[in-house]
């Protein structure tokens, strides 16, 4: 009988563990499905330049060299591709006032709370680490 129990309850955390894979499979598939769109999307707007970030949402941005982009009315956003190896900043608010926060190095982030609503984005020539 103890035999019979112990395996079910191995099947039973072996169903959890599915469950929960799956789930996070859904989470990541389509941030990643973003992701390539993003690239074939940055390419044509970018041109022949291989280095660009891509904020993708409500509208996306692509950034194809430093500057800024007042972002005000196209949040909220809800993946970035970054394929640059200089530093974006996110700042609160369209002057570049209230919080900051920086990203580094050559991937995708999926954006949650603040960062989904800046007031602007900024690439800037900096490529020490954040």
Request: glycine fraction near 6%.
């Amino acid at each position: 009988m103890q035999i019979l129990q112990k395996l079910i309850a191995h099947r039973m955390r072996a169903l959890q563990f599915l469950s929960v894979a799956a789930v996070c499979l859904a989470t990541f598939a389509v941030p990643a499905a973003a992701s390539a769109a993003s690239a074939a999307s940055a390419r044509r707007a970018c041109g022949p330049s291989n280095a660009w970030v891509a904020v993708l949402g409500s509208h996306n941005v692509y950034l194809c060299s430093t500057g800024t982009r007042v972002t005000t009315t196209l949040r909220p956003f809800q993946v970035m591709t970054i394929t640059v190896t200089n530093r974006v900043w996110f700042h609160q608010n369209a002057n570049g006032t209230g919080w900051a926060d920086c990203f580094e190095g050559r991937l995708d982030y999926v954006l949650a709370g603040r960062d989904r609503n800046p007031g602007n984005i900024q690439v800037v020539s900096n490529r020490a680490a954040c």
